[in-house]
């Protein structure tokens, strides 16, 4: 809630390079996030993304998604949370980054993403997971575009000056 939609962000002492780039981000609806994610990916090129790969993975069989276990059942109380909820709670972070590689369409919207994570090919299928379009929703948190795939109105979104974060914002664990 504290973060809105269309305005970048930045992370203090996030930097590690004397002179580099800043990191900074624009925060965009998880609806942006996919629609340029699809872009990128139909233009032949793959989506870096950071998420909270631990909630619900199936590292064995490389799967992500949200019906993978069943918590709830298991101590018989509901732990659902909303990603914002999660956030601030501490519950669920960015703690892993991998590439989008594909994405199943179904009457064109996606339903599941082929993901390369960087465990080697013992992990997963060779390599590879699947993550259900529901848990992008619920554990995906960044994702890297390249500008040009930016609308015009994005690219002035981009444009702004970030505001600062403390430096133990979750949106700093990953960068």
């Not at 609806?31 to 990916?41: M, N, P, V």
């Not at 992500?64 to 519950?91: H, I, P």
């Not at 080697?120 to 699947?130: C, H, M, N, Q």
């Amino acid at each position: 809630d504290d973060k809105q939609y269309g305005k970048t962000y930045t992370i203090d002492m996030l930097g590690n390079v004397v002179g580099g780039r800043q990191v900074k981000h624009l925060n965009l609806s998880m609806a942006d996030f996919k629609e340029l994610a699809i872009k990128q990916l139909k233009a032949g090129e793959s989506v870096w993304f950071g998420s909270d790969v631990i909630k619900y993975s199936e590292t064995k069989l490389g799967i992500m998604a949200l019906n993978t276990y069943d918590y709830s059942a298991l101590f018989d109380t509901d732990l659902d949370m909303t990603k914002a909820e999660a956030l601030d709670y501490g519950e669920s972070m960015m703690d892993h980054a991998m590439v989008l590689t594909g994405v199943d369409m179904v009457d064109g919207k996606p339903s599941k993403w082929k993901v390369e994570n960087s465990w080697g090919p013992k992990v997963g299928s060779k390599g590879y997971f699947v993550m259900s379009d529901a848990w992008m929703d619920k554990y995906c948190y960044q994702v890297v575009i390249n500008q040009k795939y930016l609308s015009d109105e994005q690219k002035k979104q981009e444009a702004q000056e970030p505001i600062v974060l403390k430096p133990w914002d979750p949106m700093g664990t990953l960068a």
